[in-house]
């Protein structure tokens, strides 16, 4: 089993729609949680770090469940330039800062 | 900042061949990784060096996998001899270690061997 498990999709959504993509991780000892963002043959890119309390950067929303190791991506009112793969991270800080990616979410928005 | 530097950008090699791929961090990053992205497997972390020091090489496939950080702005991975199955873009990343620790990554180098 991967330590950080999503599916890979695609998801397929009209622009406009909300869209929303899950995460699970094995390691209970996972301190730091981030969602990345890959373009088509591009670096990945920090889209935005995911706290307890839950976090919001305009259409973007991060949740954390500590309790069932899961974590989410909202994205409200898609547009074409969110059509990416989204990655899902954890940080083990008792590793000294090791970095564990999921495989990814390939999202399309579509016109 | 010019960010993390890679070189090269492409490689296609023979089957047989050694290839090294080099990184730069960003300057005053303290740690590096080295990842490998396929189709099939994703991101795949191949070791990581906090202060030049390799931490944890658990992810290097095999022997002929090989890296060094003799200093705080560059590292190698080294692959001999190389095969078609090593055929991935390798990705190094930087960062300073902190509560919410970015990572940021260099433009890959997308490895072919024929």
């Known amino acids: 089993r991967k330590e950080v498990e999503q599916d890979p999709g695609p998801f397929n959504v009209p622009e406009g729609a909300t869209v929303a993509f899950n995460c699970t991780y094995s390691?209970?000892?996972?301190?730091?949680f981030f969602w990345y963002r890959q373009d088509c043959r591009k670096e990945p890119k920090l889209l935005m770090s995911v706290y307890s309390s839950g976090n919001e950067d305009g259409r973007f929303t991060a949740q954390l469940n500590r309790a069932s190791q899961y974590i989410s991506l909202l994205i409200r009112d898609s547009k074409l330039s969110d059509s990416a793969t989204y990655l899902c991270?954890?940080?083990?800080?008792?590793?000294?800062?090791?970095?564990?990616f999921g495989q990814g979410t390939e999202l399309s928005v579509k016109p | 900042d010019a960010g993390v530097i890679q070189s090269p950008r492409h490689e296609v090699t023979e089957m047989g061949q050694e290839v090294t791929l080099r990184c730069k961090p960003i300057s005053g990053h303290d740690y590096l990784f080295w990842y490998r992205q396929t189709m099939m497997r994703g991101l795949e972390l191949l070791i990581y060096?906090?202060?030049?020091?390799?931490?944890?090489d658990s992810g290097m496939p095999e022997d002929r996998f090989s890296a060094k950080m003799p200093n705080a702005s560059f590292s190698t991975l080294k692959i001999q001899p190389s095969e078609p199955r090593d055929s991935a873009v390798y990705f190094c990343?930087?960062?300073?270690?902190?509560?919410?620790?970015?990572?940021?990554f260099g433009q890959g180098t997308r490895l072919t061997v024929v």
């Open positions: 060096f906090n202060n030049n020091v390799p931490i944890d």
């Open positions: 390691n209970s000892a996972s301190q730091s």
């Open positions: 990343a930087s960062s300073f270690l902190g509560p919410d620790t970015e990572a940021f």
């Open positions: 991270v954890v940080n083990r800080h008792n590793q000294g800062g090791k970095l564990i």
